[in-house]
């Protein structure tokens, strides 16, 4: 038996509580944890070198600040652990309601979240709650009421004994599965809610300190060291209510996108392009379905292959298409191929580990999971890493080809073998959870009502067969052209090739407060052309307005040039004016002027290149793009975004006027400028402490930009929220601003702070720091100064600045925050 009274001194032990919530789909409620990766692999050396702010790793060599010392860390091991439930199946009347006398069947799975192999401990025991006993046989089990385990993902089922077991090594990311028989008791009623819970924490938090009491589900070290975090444990509970029918099943979805192509060299012949692909499996830890399920681990199927279960994504062969070169497994799954003919099911066909003598020949490409490595995929886990190479079969006269790409997944429900999954690509929904026979072979000859013609997955969830990833090869126009980021000129933005996009930002001097306008040195951009007509062409260059005309300032400068042409042009807040004299050569032997751009001649044809370059000069009074305005105690954004150029290259020709885009082929790539893109903001409130409680009504305990009244013995926690305020990546090709190299630097002897020096001059500093309360949200190594993290009322003696150096890179849109304490003396 439990004791329960244990949960209160585990509750004030755990220094993390992961929320439960309990959400009731149809017949039962299910408990959800979330799975806690804990990471690179142990033993790996990480090198870090910081600046004094922070750079834009496009521009090594041009940091904002000052360059840090390099520091290295090695990664340390640690365990983890958490325990999902992954249904519940009714093992005496299967499929149907629960009722007195059923004996249920309660499956979790056990996963390794930490950074290195390690053993589970497991006890032979359960608790549950409501008009049901831990009883009942389950298959191969001669005592009523013995739990059983499965590192097989669920093929093979082991006894586990009395005292509880401890299982062998398993992988990061491995699971174990484990199975509690539950009997209902006589005299139950319809709606009584009947739990099972397998291990011991409060509110079944996940990946927690071990606090020993029988039945925990806890890790067990393996290497002599042992992970610096200790023994972690976990459990999960699930429940189900009288008189409701049990449905669980493994969510499955198989998701395809087109990686990359590639048109060999001969943009004018489509029988040698290649297309590659790349799929991922995902197993929903919800009931996205919304139809009263409980989701399950996914496990394997029989296949005509070897005499092992196995999970096997599939994808046949486009028609229009052959098999290019050997497909690429991720880590723990194996490549098997089929000749087999499309019209029989991917189940049903003939695979072999070993490839034809032929790629051609090959009418599917599938991957199975290895056993030995991976016995089941858990829910809320995603597989990626899936990919193919298929060559166009065009003839050599064609000039269009349409490649229809569908992909596939079968397997079973883990603990329930004849419980087939099914899914088809092309959307975001499982398509067949309670198949029983193969869906629809997927070739060029299905249709669906909403294709996946964007190459995202967002076909229509409505079909069972799924959503083709459609691609139309085509012969280029003899006329046209693309126009990009530097070496990318067939980047895609957010919409569509004319809104991909450059980010660079210009140097801000320290110390510049926010609010005050700058005067930036003009930033260089690097732009590519490609001619990808038919025919050799002239291409022109002019800057044009953004869409919407005042995200640029007036008075802005704009520079276009090539080799030895150039031309200025200033923007004058509708339209860009050219800047008289400015044109440097000539175009066609006349100088360049308004209507006679600078111009890049004779770029070869099937894709030929070139680059030029754009010169934006932000004016004078130019607002930081990172900029606030303070409004009381509140912050009102009134920036946060960069200055947009958008640059029209165009082709010319003697029906276009010249300098004049006119309807001749065009295209736009955009050039866009910050002013600085890591945003600081910094805020307080006030703690007790050993002070006075706060005044009723006060809201100095609310974190804001506002003036605070502590008093001595009150604590003031300062919170620096820094966000990388710049466009993240949309679209393919487009080259962000991420924030490297962060270094947030805290001084209190600094002018114009205060906070570490006697300004009272009563013979100690005024505010002494609160041992471990500097904090990093992210990863970061937070340092000391004059050395250690120690409290005194003296500048040697207590911590007068703090360096706070983030690791690695702040993506775009990313927010963190840095926070420190400090005790009013």
């Not at 409620?29 to 790996?44: E, H, I, R």
């Not at 490609?530 to 640029?552: C, E, H, K, M, R």
Request: glycine share 10%; with cysteine.
């Amino acid at each position: 038996m439990i004791n329960r009274n244990k949960s209160f001194n585990k509750q004030r032990q755990c220094y993390q509580t992961l929320v439960v919530t309990a959400l009731l789909t149809g017949s039962f409620f299910q408990f959800v944890a979330p799975v806690l990766a804990d990471g690179t692999t142990a033993g790996t050396s990480i090198s870090n070198t910081a600046t004094a702010t922070y750079e834009d790793p496009n521009a090594p060599g041009s940091p904002i600040n000052s360059t840090s010392n390099t520091v290295t860390v090695t990664v340390a091991e640690v365990a983890g652990i958490t325990v999902t439930g992954s249904g519940i199946a009714n093992q005496t009347t299967p499929g149907g309601s629960t009722q007195s006398g059923n004996v249920l069947v309660y499956t979790y799975t056990v996963t390794n979240v930490g950074n290195d192999s390690t053993k589970f401990q497991i006890p032979n025991l359960a608790t549950t709650t409501g008009p049901a006993t831990v009883s009942g046989l389950l298959p191969g089990s001669t005592t009523s009421g013995n739990l059983q385990y499965s590192i097989d993902g669920g093929v093979t089922w082991i006894n586990i004994p009395a005292g509880g077991l401890t299982t062998v090594a398993i992988a990061v990311n491995g699971t174990v599965l484990v199975r509690v028989p539950v009997t209902v008791q006589a005299g139950a009623q319809t709606g009584d809610i009947i739990t099972a819970r397998l291990g011991q924490t409060p509110g079944d938090a996940q990946n927690q300190p071990r606090t020993a009491d029988g039945g925990d589900v806890f890790t067990v070290q393996i290497s002599t060291a042992g992970p610096i975090n200790g023994v972690r444990e976990a459990s999960a509970t699930q429940q189900t209510q009288v008189g409701n029918t049990a449905k669980t099943r493994a969510l499955a979805t198989i998701l395809k996108t087109k990686t990359a192509y590639d048109n060999a060299g001969t943009s004018a012949n489509l029988s040698d392009d290649l297309l590659t692909y790349g799929l991922s499996l995902r197993v929903e830890s919800n009931d996205v379905t919304n139809t009263g399920i409980t989701p399950a681990a996914l496990a394997g199927t029989t296949i005509t292959l070897d005499s092992v279960a196995h999970i096997l994504v599939s994808d046949a062969i486009p028609a229009n298409t052959v098999l290019n070169s050997t497909p690429i497994a991720p880590s723990g799954w194996k490549v098997v191929y089929t000749t087999s003919s499309t019209s029989t099911n991917a189940e049903s066909a003939s695979w072999s580990y070993t490839a034809p003598a032929s790629l051609s020949s090959v009418t599917r490409v599938g991957f199975v999971n290895d056993p030995t490595v991976v016995t089941s995929v858990g829910t809320g886990t995603t597989v990626s890493g899936f990919s193919i190479q298929v060559k166009s079969t065009a003839t050599n006269t064609a000039t269009t080809s349409t490649i229809n790409n569908i992909a596939q997944v079968a397997g079973t429900t883990a603990g329930d073998p004849t419980n087939k999954i099914y899914d088809n690509s092309g959307d975001q929904s499982p398509d067949n959870y309670n198949g029983t026979t193969f869906p629809t072979t997927p070739d060029a000859g299905i249709t669906s009502p909403t294709n996946d013609t964007n190459n995202n997955n967002t076909g229509s969830t409505t079909s069972a067969t799924g959503s083709l990833n459609v691609t139309t090869l085509t012969v280029p126009n003899p006329s046209s052209l693309l126009n990009g980021p530097n070496g990318v000129p067939d980047a895609v933005g957010p919409t569509d090739k004319n809104d991909d996009f450059t980010n660079k930002s210009a140097l801000i001097p320290p110390n510049t407060a926010p609010g005050v306008g700058v005067d930036p040195a003009a930033v260089s951009f690097t732009n590519t052309v490609q001619n990808t007509g038919t025919s050799v062409a002239n291409i022109s260059l002019v800057p044009t307005p953004p869409t919407t005309p005042g995200d640029l300032p007036a008075n802005t400068v704009v520079t276009v040039s090539y080799q030895g042409l150039s031309a200025a042009y200033k923007y004058n807040g509708a339209s860009f004016d050219f800047v008289p004299g400015s044109g440097a050569g000539s175009v066609g032997g006349n100088p360049i002027s308004v209507t006679n751009p600078v111009r890049i001649d004779a770029v070869p044809a099937n894709g030929g290149k070139a680059n030029y370059g754009v010169s934006v000069d932000l004016p004078a009074g130019t607002p930081l793009s990172t900029d606030t305005t303070a409004q009381g105690a509140s912050v009102t954004t009134i920036i946060e975004r960069g200055f947009p150029t958008p640059v029209t290259a165009f082709i010319e020709s003697a029906a276009t006027p010249t300098g004049i885009p006119g309807t001749n082929p065009l295209n736009i790539s955009i050039d866009r400028v910050y002013t600085g893109f890591l945003q600081l903001l910094k805020e307080s409130r006030v703690l007790q402490g050993t002070g006075p409680a706060l005044p009723s009504g006060s809201t100095d305990g609310t974190f804001s930009i506002g003036a605070k009244k502590p008093a001595p013995g009150n604590i003031i926690e300062y919170r620096i929220t820094y966000k990388n305020i710049s466009t993240p990546q949309v679209g393919t090709g487009n080259l962000i601003l991420n924030a490297d190299k962060i270094v947030i630097t805290e001084d209190g002897t600094q002018t114009p702070n205060n906070w570490a020096k006697d300004n009272d001059n009563n013979s100690q500093i005024d505010t002494s720091n609160i041992v471990s309360s500097a904090k990093d949200s992210g990863t970061s190594t937070i340092q000391f100064f004059p050395g250690n993290d120690q409290t005194g009322t003296t500048t040697n003696t207590d911590v007068t600045k703090y360096v706070d150096a983030v690791t690695g890179q702040v993506a775009p849109g990313i927010q963190r925050t840095f926070t420190f304490q400090r005790k009013v003396n």
